[in-house]
């Protein structure tokens, strides 16, 4: 076997761990030099300590499912809505624990507020960034899931607004004809598959309206968004029946077939319909959205929003994350 | 106290006014928020011209980057993204323009390619690094388009560290995702280093096609040869496995049976030239040697112990890959 991978003179096999043992004259940068090394973190400086001290872990069930931005002295958290759902309790950097009391939900936004159960009035909490953010590329940074750490990278990408995505049944159509339209495929774990519908099913009603055509399938499903419940009337040999379908994200259903998405791991289920958002390459896990996001001043110019892929995330940025702490006391 | 500290910096410094302090970008690390925003600003500076020669490259069913190296049109991607010699593409640049191109030659071992731009056009272009210019610990950033061309999205840009550079492959920190395969690295210079190639598992250590790749390959490539490992199936075989080191490319191995160590060679020679033609690289030794056939005779120079010795080589059948 050996021989063989000589013979190749294959590159592609050799990973880091194998590769340090065989370089011994030290051609491997030291993980501390790297992006993300200790050394490059320790420059962030002020940035860096503010950015430990103003985000809280937001745990359920001593897990871990989102992190927040203290908006205030009186202790209000800013985080991920659909992230933070069950929330019970907020760790900060310095140990403590709180008790965690839900004030408002913005669904548009994905955000939500919470307050720590606490007499204290001098919580550290976050400055927002004033200069509306450019498209130029900036130095970002966010505390990392133990508080311990940051993590660095560089905005990329216009600002833009991403589209809603609609919810989606996880069906592909095929056929149309004047008895209704054909589903070719289910995909597995879906949401259609879940309410028992099969490849072979002629679709002839989408909440009791006649279809013939793919187009109004999708149009019908995809006005909906993601949890909503469409009644489907299907036709199975000469049979008709009709299913309840709770509709899933068109992201987390399709992708499954997308081979960035299998490398990616966890995703936000919610990645659309933000009015605006600063992209940029954090390496931060789905657990980590809700956080705030840092200039090198430690202003904080943005709340984490969706982990999109493997070096995608999006940030709401401040302009639009802090209406929703309007009327806090400072 | 900050105060008394930052005027006796200042005094220093002045004392010191013959030390050229180092950019910010060639330090071993940044030490703070200032050598930080040198990095950025530095950045910014280059990004324009950089964006500038990147395209998309679509094929049918999916797509990838590359970038143009000269005026008329001349395009380094990686050859998976190209596939075929001589195979129509659409590369679009980034105002959204589209253009014709043709496929060249390219090296399924490093995974560099070429493409040419069609049409008596100038074409904006990225100036391109020697062999050698860049280094383990060096700054870079990439561009590209992952999962395609986007306008509103616009060009992505990454940042990172050069972590490893061995024979045919660069590893950095800078992230990568489908689409940005071909897309190009640059260091603080401006200068296109290498070709992105492919993703890791982990998104912290991908892989690209340094530039030296091309430099000791580039007429090959450029006349339409296309080194595939099945073509690679019906060349003369020799024998060794081989790394690139800073005194030359060294035999780590020697396979018995085969015609290097019939020809007497040895682990810990030097190969230095093949057919008259001094090595670059270690894909360019397997390029060369694949495109005799066996039986075929290679007159091999190499070193050993700070001796050079000749001899000819008489190269054997690869065996095959498949069982």
Redesign the interface.
Known sequence: MK??T????S??L?G?EE?KES?A?G???PL??????K??QA?????KETALNVTAKLTRNDKLIAMGAIVSPAGHILTKASSCVGARLATLANGKVYKLRIKKRNEDLDLALYQMISTKNDFPYISWSESNSS?????VLSAFTELEEIRV??T???K??IGREGGVMGVILGNENDRGVLVTEVIPQAAADKSGLRHGDIIQKVDSRSVKKRDQVVNLVSKKDPGDVVTVDVLRKKETMKFRITLGHRSVTFDLFN??LQ?SGPVSKRKDNFPLII?H?L?LPKEAMGGPLFD?EGNCIGINIARV????VFSLPAEIAEKMTAGLKK | MLRLVITLLLGLSILHGDVVELDAWKKKSPSDITDLLSIQKRLRELLPKAKKALVSIEAGDGAGSGVIVSKDGLVLTAAHVTGKTGKKMQVRLPNGKRASAITLGGSEISDASMLQILGNKEWPFVPIARKGDSKVGDWCFGLGHPGGFDKERGVVVRIGKIIAKKDETMQTDSRLLGGDSGGPLFDFEGQLIAIHSRVSQKPDQNFHVPIESFHANWNTFRDENLISYDSMQEGGFFGVACEETKDGLIIREVISGTAAEKAGLKTNDILIEVNDEPLDSREEFIIIISSLKPGDEAKVLYERKGAELSVKVNLGVRPSIKE
């Open positions: 021989i063989v000589v013979l190749l003179l590159v592609s050799y880091i590769h370089n004259t051609d491997l940068l501390e030099l790297r992006l993300n090394g050394s490059t420059a962030f400086g002020e940035a498209d130029k590329v900036s130095w990278g560089i990329s990408g216009n833009r607004e081979r960035n490398m992209q390459d390496p090198l892929d493997r070096v995608t």
